[in-house]
C-alpha cells in the first residue's frame, strides 16, 4: 500500500486587515484543531502557524498576538469532537479556566484539555505554544476519564522531560521525516503523555486524599462551630476552596453533607450520653451547630429513624 503523505502547512494572517486577520486566524483554529470563537483583546495582529499532519496524528506550532479561545456547548454540538489537546507553551503563558477553576501554564509545564466539555484558554501577547492532538480512545485503557478542572503536568524533570524535549524535536525537525517516522514518532509521544498523565493523577490522588483527611478531622473537631462553611476551613487549613470541593467531590460528598453529617453524629451521641440528658433538645441542637431545631429534628430522623426524642427515651 502506498505511504500516507506527511503534510507540513504554514499559515499566517501578515498583511491583512484587523478583521480579515481575525476571521482568518479563527477559520485555521477552527480547521485545524475544533471550533471555538476567537478573541483578539489587544487587537488583532500578525499571527503564524506552523502544521505537520499525517492521517493519524497531527501537531501544531503557533504563535500570535494575545487571543482568547473559548470553547462551549454550542460549538461542541457543531463539530462533535471528543478528543484531547495537550497544550504546551515554549514562551510566555497560558491561563486555562475550565468549571470554573484556573490553571496558570508557563513554559516546561503541559495541560491536558478534554474537548467535549467547555474550556476558556488565554496566553499572553506573541506567546509560543504548542499542541498536539489526543483520540479519547486512546485514554480508555487503564487510565480514568481525563476531565474537569486543569492541573499542570511537569515537563521539566525525568519523563516530562522526555515528553518536552521530544514535542520539540517533532515540530523542528518532524518535516525532514518521512510519515511512517513522524507516526512512529507521535504514536511513541502519546504513549508517554499517556503514562505522564496517568502518574500525574495518581499524585494528585494520594495529595487529594491527604487533603480529604484533614478536612474530615477539622470538620469532625469544629462541627459545634454554628459559622463552619468551606471558606473557614479553607482559611484553617492553608488550601483554596476549589481544592476543599475537588477533595470532597471525590469520596461523593460536598463540604455542606459532611458539616450536616458530622453535626448529626455528634448530637446522637450527646443525646445517647448521660452527661447530656438534662440539657433541652432546643440546646442542644444550638450547642452541634444547627441553627434551626426544626431542621435539626428533620435531618436527625432522616439520618437514624428516630426523632431526637425518641432516641434520648429508648
Known amino acids: ?20 486577520s481575525r476571521e482568518r486566524w479563527r477559520q485555521i483554529v477552527t480547521t485545524y484543531q475544533c471550533t471555538m470563537t476567537c478573541d483578539f ?26 487571543v ?46 478534554a474537548t467535549n466539555q467547555p474550556f476558556d484558554v488565554t496566553h499572553t501577547p506573541y506567546a509560543s505554544l504548542r499542541a498536539i492532538t489526543i483520540e479519547r480512545r486512546t485514554f480508555q485503557q487503564g487510565l480514568p476519564q481525563v476531565c ?42 502519546v504513549q508517554l503523555v499517556c503514562v505522564l498523565v496517568g502518574t ?25 462551630e454554628p459559622d463552619l462553611n468551606s471558606e473557614l476551613i479553607a482559611t484553617a487549613l492553608g488550601w483554596s476552596v476549589r481544592q476543599i470541593q475537588l477533595a470532597l467531590q471525590r469520596s461523593g460528598t460536598t463540604c455542606r453533607d459532611l458539616i450536616k453529617n458530622e453535626r448529626l453524629s455528634l448530637a446522637h451521641d450527646r443525646l445517647s450520653s448521660p452527661g447530656y440528658h438534662r440539657m433541652p433538645i432546643t440546646e442542644l441542637a444550638y ?24 432516641l434520648r427515651d429508648a
Open 1 to 20: 500500500m502506498p505511504e500516507t503523505a506527511l503534510c507540513t502547512d504554514a499559515s499566517s494572517t501578515q498583511g491583512l486587515t484587523p478583521g480579515d
Open 41 to 66: 483583546p489587544d487587537g488583532a495582529g500578525t499571527s503564524d502557524l506552523q502544521r505537520l499532519r499525517t492521517d493519524r496524528n497531527q501537531v501544531l506550532a503557533w504563535q500570535s498576538p494575545r
Open 68 to 113: 482568547r479561545y473559548r470553547r462551549d456547548a454550542r460549538h461542541m454540538r457543531q463539530d462533535g469532537i471528543d478528543a484531547y489537546i495537550f497544550f504546551v507553551p515554549t514562551s510566555g503563558t497560558a491561563e486555562i479556566d475550565i468549571e470554573a477553576s484556573r490553571t496558570s501554564l508557563r513554559p516546561g509545564h503541559g495541560a491536558l484539555v
Open 148 to 189: 474537569g478542572p486543569v492541573a499542570p503536568i511537569n515537563l521539566q524533570t525525568g519523563l516530562g522531560g522526555i515528553v518536552h524535549d521530544l514535542l520539540n524535536s517533532a515540530v523542528r525537525t518532524g518535516s525532514q521525516l518521512s510519515a511512517h517516522e513522524f507516526d512512529a514518532v507521535l504514536d511513541r509521544l
Open 200 to 224: 500525574e493523577m495518581l499524585d494528585a490522588g494520594d495529595h487529594f486524599s491527604e487533603i480529604e483527611g484533614a478536612i474530615r478531622r477539622y470538620v469532625r473537631d469544629n462541627a459545634h
Open 287 to 310: 450547642h452541634c451547630g444547627f441553627s434551626s431545631p426544626a431542621r435539626f429534628s428533620t435531618a436527625f430522623k432522616e439520618r437514624f429513624g428516630l426523632t431526637p426524642r425518641e
